[in-house]
């Protein structure tokens, strides 16, 4: 037996972190979906299962959720899918969209109840609402029957660190409940939680797209093969995001590095697709204001999404611009600049002279000495 | 930039061309008696700098010749930079402008018109005047370098003047390079900031201000979306709880439908039991009334039958008894007429027992009256004896002549006053006292009795007495003489003098001053008064209130009733009767009627008593027979009726025990049907109407609870169609991207801020460090033209003269305080401080029109001595109608100016 494990996929998802790519990263979530099924039918897998989450809110654009349902469809084989804690079954959800009738082989499971199909028992723990401290679980029936016993659950597994655990899995669930295979949704990425065998008989797929910075293990889907009722299941990750996340958090030291950075960011690969983070840190010399004006550009150019958060202080020892100011005024402003842009300035600062906006002005400064000098 | 010469002409005074100029590098002194055209030069220059060629208009018509249609012309010939420079402007009619430069020996033009007028106007650093022609607010720096005629005062300041010096001073502070960025900055600034340091609005706002507007309303949007998507989600908790509730209410209805029904059929049951007791109650009381009406009648006939046999005895008894009653009452009546008659013989007694009561009564009264008349007589002999007593009284009362209480307490008082005063006169006197040791003789020579003479024994004591001093001769032995303090001798001896004769007075009615016989007439007057109020008191005891005639009227009336007594007892007069004997006589008789009567009386009305029984009796007993005999009637009458259904008594029971039995089977089935109903705690079809309330209820809430889902059904699809979540990424979305942009604008023009007045704050600091050189520079001028009692120039924000500090004084002094003479002094030495901080590049040109007329000649030459010291520096242009008083500076090149117009030049 094969089938792919999925979850997750937030279609609909605020991506307000990346501002004017959220629209992108929306479209980005339905092609991954599209990619799921295209993958699951050209590893001949028997269904798909979605633990939960399939949309980001039940008030959703309802042409999204016939977008999904018309993606399903096209698998041509069965598709169980459990309502998550983000799309739970409640009055006016996305489950009550017509969409879901019109296609007999997607079966939104909507009671906790065994669903029986060629040799394998599906055990759905669909939720009801948002927030929960049940275990969704706890309902399925520990019975060992000559077939193939998967449960369908979305929540958090007891060990994973959060700041409210919602829907709590006990980390055993699958033995307990006498299960081939627990797929767990809720978690974007991808996690596997063996058995005192080592059988990997729960799991989360991770979110099919990744969906913000940071976010490892994600944009994949599960591939799952169980022999025979009571095997160790074989799970086999596949790739299924179209965008890439990258954060670059460089600290820099010495003059000539903003340079190299620059480099290797424009050595990255699809930047069409990908979304880059830079958080700068360390020191900012003067010589290298226009690269990081460069560095700017060039993200908001080329990139779908691009940010840089500068962190950089001017740095101490790099007066040499100062010293060729002429004596007096000039020199006396840019000093009074570099003390406000100091974090450890204990002197008295003017209104808004931070050490951020003090390091642009002397950025500002220098531009305009630039210019003058010629 | 200095001048190198002015030629005019249509100007005017000027009609005819004439030039001034060549001038000198330092001093020149352009001079003329008034209405030459020295100012009209000045203003020509000044035209030549600063107004545009194409000004017009009445002002500027003003320029021409009075009463001629001349153009004016002016050509200005200067250097500046190092380079040398001609303008020359036509105003009015085809006015031109026209600016050359010189290349050799000769002059190229560089600008033409607007472009010349602007090009010449930034050497003065001048503003073009916005309409019109130019005056001093247009001048730039020549507000300083140059004066108006007559006027070296800065007080009156306007444009951009102040900024002007302090940008001239502030580039001199930053120097080339700063001043360039200066404008680079000044530019971004300006971008973001209005000149008062505010963000900028409007049209020209920063990227920055839209920004902020967009993402208000991007804000805005974002707010709309979170309040459908929370919509959304109360929507569909509002319709979960409603699909809750409907589910519950159908529930609800249908478990009441069921009770319903079992209570429909419990109050069935429980209505029917109702009935068939009420029915068995019906029975129990028809039964029992047959039953109880059987046992009425029979019991009746049975009472009939024995009340007749009883009234018919009873009758027998009262025939027989009316017989001898009638016998008894006859004999009682004829009882009762015998005590009758011996009540009435007693009663005729009284007339005797009348007559003795009368005779003790009339002894009673005649003893009574002579013991009144024996005792009036008495009392009247007493008053007799009071009124003689009485009369001797008073007259003694009448013959002693005593101070009555109050002249005593007076008398006493006065003789007091005179015991003190005479203790005090004695206190006062000197007083000695002599024991001789023998006999000898004393005389007094001074004292209280001078003149005595006495002899005394020896051994015994003789005391003398005197004031103010006592002197006596003691024969044998001498004078001795005592003195002490002269006092209060002759006061004392007043108050005893005016004491005794108070005395005399008081006492003097009494024929005795003695206080002790005084106070024996009091006491012996007292006496007789009481004596005298005793005896009258024992008269009025004795009269009562009575007067002595009236009492012998009231014994003549006692002797009268006497004699009338007598008259009918005669024998009294002689042998007073005895009183007891009579009235005991009287009480004895009175005693034996009295007893005679009650007995008969007693005997008659026991007699009366016992007729009216007997008679009573036997009206009774008549009439109780009479009613036996009716009664028998209305019992047979009775009877008749009850038994008018011949039926005998055995059969009447009969009857009566089979209407008991069915009585007590009705009432058995009754019980029955109450203990059956003893099931039901309370009327089941109480219940089944609650219930029947409550399946309503619960059916109506599930209907509207249906009906709202329904609605709000219909509402959450609406709200769905609208893509709430769809809305809100989108809003969040954009207005995150704006926050990202505006925070990083904001970054920069916080920035560009910071900048801006970090570089003018230092910037000022660096002016401020000039313009205290340049009120150094003032003051030192000032106390060479004029000494140093004004102290130091103080220069206001705008480089203007604003204050004196002399060293006397605490406080800034105002210039205002100053002479004419000096204030203009003041002013020189001002310009001429700023003037060379102005020309510390290049010299400067400084013209004084008519300046320091107000000076005294002292000053006026030491002021002419700065002036030649400041000529290293600066070109002075003065205009003057006093030439003498410049004559004194060397090397000044003076020019002529009414020479120049008549065409002769005199240097």
């Known amino acids: ?99 879901w009738k019109s296609s007999p082989q997607i079966y939104v499971l909507r009671e906790p109840a065994p669903v029986s199909l060629d040799g394998v028992e599906i055990l759905p723990c669909p939720i009801y609402e948002s927030r929960s401290r049940r275990d969704p679980s706890s309902w399925i029936p520990p019975e060992r029957r000559d077939c193939v016993r998967i449960g369908l659950a979305h929540g958090t597994v007891e060990g994973i660190l959060a700041d409210e655990v919602e829907y709590p899995i006990p980390r055993d669930a699958a033995t307990r409940h006498a299960l081939d295979y627990l797929a767990l949704g809720h978690w974007h990425s991808e996690t596997r939680f063996p058995d005192a065998d080592g059988a990997p008989r729960m799991a989360y797929s991770g979110t099919h797209e990744t969906s913000k910075f940071g976010e490892r293990n994600s944009g994949n889907a ?52 990908t979304l880059l983070e830079v958080r700068l840190g360390g020191l900012l010399f003067a010589s290298e204001h226009a690269e990081l004006a460069r560095i700017d550009e060039l993200i908001a150019a080329r990139f779908l999404f691009g940010r840089v958060e500068s962190a950089l202080r001017p740095a101490p020892g790099d007066t040499q611009w100062v010293e060729n100011l002429p004596d007096g005024v000039l020199r006396d402003t840019a000093l009074q600049l570099m003390q406000y842009a100091d974090p450890s300035f204990a002197g008295q600062r003017p209104e808004a002279a931070g050490p951020a906006e003090a390091s642009q002005a002397l950025i500002e400064l220098y531009k305009l000495a630039t210019e003058v000098r010629g | 930039m200095i001048l190198r010469s002015i030629l005019v002409r249509g100007w005017r005074c000027f009609a005819d061309e004439v030039q001034v100029g060549p001038l000198g590098e330092r001093i020149n002194v352009v001079y003329g008696p008034n209405g030459t055209g020295k100012s009209t030069l000045f203003q020509a220059m000044a035209r030549a700098f600063l107004d545009a060629h194409r000004v017009g208009g009445d002002e500027a018509e003003g320029m021409r010749p009075w009463g001629r249609m001349l153009t004016p012309t002016v050509t200005v010939a200067f250097a500046c930079g190092g380079r040398e420079y001609r303008v020359t402007k036509r105003f009015l009619d085809r ?55 007559g006027d070296l005062s800065l007080g009156e300041l306007t444009g951009d003047l102040a900024n002007d010096i302090r940008a001239m001073l502030g580039a001199q502070v930053a120097g080339p390079l700063g001043s360039r960025l200066e404008q680079k900055l000044e530019v971004v600034y300006r971008q973001y900031f209005t000149p008062s340091g505010k963000v900028k609005s409007g049209q020209n706002a920063p990227e920055v201000v839209r920004l902020e507007a967009a993402k208000t309303k991007a804000d805005e949007r974002l707010k709309g ?90 009758r027998e008894a009262l025939a027989a008894e009316v017989p001898l009653r009638a016998k008894a009452a006859q004999e009682a009546s004829n009882a009762a007429l015998g005590a009758k008659a ?172 003695e206080l002790d016989a005084l106070e024996a007439l009091h006491r012996r007057a007292e006496q007789l008064d009481a004596q005298i109020q005793t005896i009258c008191t024992r008269l009025e005891t004795l009269l009562l209130a009575d007067a002595p005639d009236t009492l012998e009227q009231r014994l003549a009336g006692l002797r009268a009733t006497l004699s009338g007594i007598e008259e009918e007892y ?72 009850l038994t008018a259904d011949d039926k005998s008594v055995t059969e009447r029971e009969a009857e009566l025990r089979v209407a008991l039995l069915a009585w007590e089977a009705a009432k058995a089935e009754r019980d ?23 399946r309503d209820a619960a059916e109506g809430a599930a209907s509207r609870a249906l009906g709202e889902e329904k609605l709000e059904e219909g509402r959450l699809a609406n709200l769905t169609l609208e893509a709430p979540h769809s809305l809100l990424a989108a809003a969040e979305e954009e207005v995150a991207a704006l926050s990202e942009r505006l925070d990083r604008e904001t970054l920069r023009m916080k920035a560009v801020g910071l900048l801006w007045n970090t570089y003018s704050s230092s910037k000022a600091q660096a002016v401020a460090a000039v313009t205290a050189p340049v009120e150094s520079a003032a003051t030192r001028t000032l106390e060479r033209i004029a000494g140093r009692r004004f102290g130091g120039i103080h220069l206001g924000g705008g480089f203007v003269p604003d204050g004196l500090r002399p060293e006397m004084a605490k406080s800034t002094v105002a210039i205002a305080e100053a002479s004419c003479g000096e204030r203009e002094q003041i002013f020189l030495a001002t310009r001429l401080a700023l003037a060379e901080v102005l020309a510390s590049n290049e010299r400067q040109l400084v013209i004084l029109d008519d300046a320091l007329t107000a000076s005294d000649t002292g000053r006026l030459t030491r002021a002419m001595r700065v002036l030649e010291e400041a000529a290293d520096k600066l070109q002075i242009l003065i205009l003057t109608c006093h030439p003498e008083r410049y004559r004194g500076i060397q090397e000044a090149n003076f020019i002529d100016l009414e020479a120049l117009m008549s065409g002769a030049v005199v240097s």
């Not at chain 1, 299962?49 to 993606?71: C, K, M, P, Y």
């Not at chain 2, 005679?596 to 009206?619: F, I, L, M, Y």
């Open chain 1, 1 to 99: 037996m094969k089938f792919v494990h999925s979850a997750d996929w937030q279609i609909g998802m605020k991506a307000a972190h990346v501002g004017d790519a959220g629209r992108r990263v929306r479209e980005e979530r339905l092609k991954a979906a599209a990619r799921v099924v295209e993958q699951a039918r050209a590893l001949a897998a028997e269904f798909i299962v979605l633990a939960g989450d399939t949309f980001e809110h039940n008030a959703i654009d309802r042409v999204l959720v016939q977008s999904i349902a018309d993606i399903l469809t096209g698998f041509h084989n069965p598709v169980f899918i459990i309502p998550g804690n983000h799309d739970p079954l409640v009055p006016g959800s996305v489950w009550e969209h017509p969409a």
């Open chain 1, 222 to 273: 599960l591939l799952v093969e169980i022999p025979r009722p009571g095997a160790a299941p074989i799970l086999t990750l596949f790739p299924t995001g179209g965008l890439r996340w990258e954060t670059l958090t460089p600290e820099l030291s010495a003059p000539g590095e903003l340079t190299q950075l620059r480099a290797s960011i424009e050595a990255l690969p699809n930047a069409g697709a």
């Open chain 2, 95 to 149: 006015p031109s402008s026209e600016l050359s430069q010189r290349e050799g020996d000769r002059f190229r033009r560089i600008a033409e018109d607007d472009a010349s007028d602007e090009q010449v106007r930034q050497f003065l650093n001048g503003n073009a005047p916005g309409k019109g022609l130019s005056d001093s607010r247009h001048w730039g720096l020549s507000q300083v370098l140059w004066t108006l005629q």
């Open chain 2, 225 to 314: 979306a979170r309040q459908k998507v929370d919509m959304f989600e109360s929507m569909s908790r509002r319709l979960e709880d409603l699909r809750a509730i409907q589910g519950q209410s159908r529930q609800e209805a249908a478990a009441l439908s069921a009770a319903v029904a079992d209570a429909d059929k419990r109050a069935g049951a429980y209505t029917a039991l109702i009935a068939e007791r009420r029915h068995r109650s019906e029975r129990v009381k028809s039964t029992e009334a047959e039953a109880q009406a059987l046992k009425q009648r029979l019991d009746d006939i049975r009472s009939c039958n024995r009340e007749l046999t009883e009234a018919g005895e009873n």
């Open chain 2, 342 to 513: 011996e009540l009435e013989n007693a009663r005729a007694k009284r007339v005797d027992v009348d007559a003795a009561c009368a005779t003790a009564e009339d002894a009673r009264i005649y003893a009574d009256t002579q013991a009144n008349l024996a005792a009036g007589q008495e009392r009247l002999n007493g008053v007799r004896q009071a009124d003689a007593d009485l009369a001797e009284l008073r007259s003694e009362r009448a013959r002693v002549l005593a101070p009555d209480v109050a002249a005593l307490r007076e008398i006493r008082k006065a003789d007091a006053d005179l015991r003190e005063a005479d203790i005090r006169l004695d206190a006062a006197l000197i007083s000695v006292e002599i024991v001789p040791e023998r006999d000898c003789s004393v005389s007094v020579l001074a004292g209280e009795a001078t003149g005595l003479r006495r002899s005394f024994p020896g051994g015994s004591a003789a005391a003398f007495k005197g004031s103010p001093e006592v002197v006596l001769d003691l024969e044998g032995f001498g004078r001795l003489r005592a003195s002490g303090p002269a006092g209060s001798v002759e006061k004392y001896r007043q108050q005893k003098e005016d004491a005794l004769s108070r005395l005399k007075t008081l006492t003097q009615p009494f024929g005795t001053s």
């Open chain 2, 570 to 641: 005669a024998s009294w007069h002689d042998a007073p009767p005895a009183l007891d004997v009579l009235q005991e006589r009287a009480e004895r008789a009175t005693a034996s009627f009295r007893a005679s009567v009650a007995v008969a009386e007693d005997a008659w009305e026991t007699a009366q008593s016992t007729r009216t029984a007997a008679e009573t009796k036997h009206g009774e007993v008549g009439g109780r027979l009479r009613e036996v005999e009716k009664q028998i009637q209305t019992i047979a009458e009775r009877l008749r009726k």
């Open chain 2, 672 to 694: 029955e049907t109450e203990r059956q109903l003893s099931a039901y705690p309370a009327d089941p079809g109480d219940e089944l109407k609650r219930l029947q309330r409550q």
